[in-house]
Each structure stands twice: as structure tokens, then as C-alpha cells.
């Protein structure tokens, strides 16, 4: 159900831009490595509806991720085909502003997409598509205490940036 109301929140948020081209649409796919989380299984089978049910105007979907091998589990054949769009930069959170505000930026600049959806409120800044975010958790905005201060202040300024900027949540 959810992945099902995510996927038309992203096609909700298409429409304007319909017409005669097809659509590309972005998704950042760094959590579809490594150990899969909750977020990540969430990611997975948002990403997985979306190729099971592109409609015939998505020409493709571009995965963005840090360059470690997406996990198994992704349709061999769909909809629309996903091309893996590998944008290196560290893991690390504090690596983060680089991979948001510089390098996804100047990739999606080279190949341009209509949409970019973010299953984990990340929206790389200068991004001029429209977006799509998903915000899973902020209870640390009720209880500061359960984060230190400086992941705290970090995940409030992304969650803050993303729903400002986000076309559709």
C-alpha cells in the first residue's frame, strides 16, 4: 500500500511536466546497498513498483548511489528500464553536502530528469526537477535528546530543505 501511494505521489507530482517527451525520473538508490533497514526495504519496494508499473509516458528511471553494488531483487524486465547512475562519494554523513550539493547536481545537469524522488527526505541542492520526498521519521524534532547535537542539527537542516523544496511528500 504504501510503496503503491509513494509511486503515485511521484506520478502525481509528473503531471505538470507531461507532454509529448517521455518522462525520466531520478531516485536516489543509496540505500538499496549493503544490509537492507526498514528504510531500505522501503526503498527497494518503492523502486520495484515504480518499474513493475511505469506507465507508457516514463522513458526511464535513473538510480543515483555512491558506487557500491545495488542488492539483488530488482525485476529483470519492466515497464521502464533503470539505468544505475554511479555518483562516488564517501559514505560517511558528513560526506553527504559534497554528494548533494556538487556532485549529484553536476550529473543530473549532464542528463537531466523531470522528477527526482527521494525515499529518505535527501534532495541534492541545485536540483531544478521537480521532487519527490519521503520522510519517514522526526520524532528527534519532539525529543532532541534521543540524537547527538550534531546529527541532530545535520538531519534537521536535510529534513528542513527537503520539504521546503519538495513538490510533492
Known amino acids: 500500500v504504501y510503496k503503491r501511494q509513494a509511486f503515485r505521489d511521484t506520478q502525481y507530482a509528473c503531471r505538470a ?8 525520473i531520478g531516485y536516489d538508490a543509496r540505500y538499496l546497498t549493503g544490509n537492507l ?7 527497494l519496494r518503492l523502486l520495484q513498483a ?19 553494488e545495488i542488492i539483488s531483487g530488482l525485476p529483470e524486465k519492466s515497464n521502464a528500464p533503470l539505468q ?4 562516488r ?3 560517511n554523513v558528513f ?10 547536481p553536476r550529473r543530473l545537469r ?22 519527490v520526498a519521503t520522510v519517514h ?9 534521543i540524537l547527538p547535537r550534531r546529527y541532530r542539527l545535520h538531519w534537521t537542516a536535510l529534513l528542513k530543505r527537503a520539504v521546503e523544496r519538495a513538490d510533492a511528500i
Open 50 to 68: 515504480m518499474l513493475d508499473d511505469a506507465p507508457d509516458w516514463v522513458e526511464k528511471i535513473f538510480g543515483y548511489t555512491h558506487g557500491e
Open 137 to 145: 521519521d522526526a520524532a528527534f524534532l519532539r525529543m532532541p535528546e
Open 110 to 131: 549532464r542528463k537531466p530528469v523531470h522528477i527526482f524522488h527521494s525515499p529518505r527526505s535527501y534532495i541534492p541542492s541545485g536540483v531544478t526537477a521537480r521532487c
Open 17 to 24: 511536466e507531461e507532454g509529448s517527451e517521455k518522462m525520466r
Open 89 to 91: 562519494c564517501p559514505k
Open 84 to 87: 544505475i547512475e554511479v555518483v
Open 95 to 104: 560526506a553527504q553536502p559534497l554528494w548533494q550539493g556538487v556532485l549529484t
Open 37 to 43: 533497514t526498514g528504510i531500505s526495504w522501503y526503498a
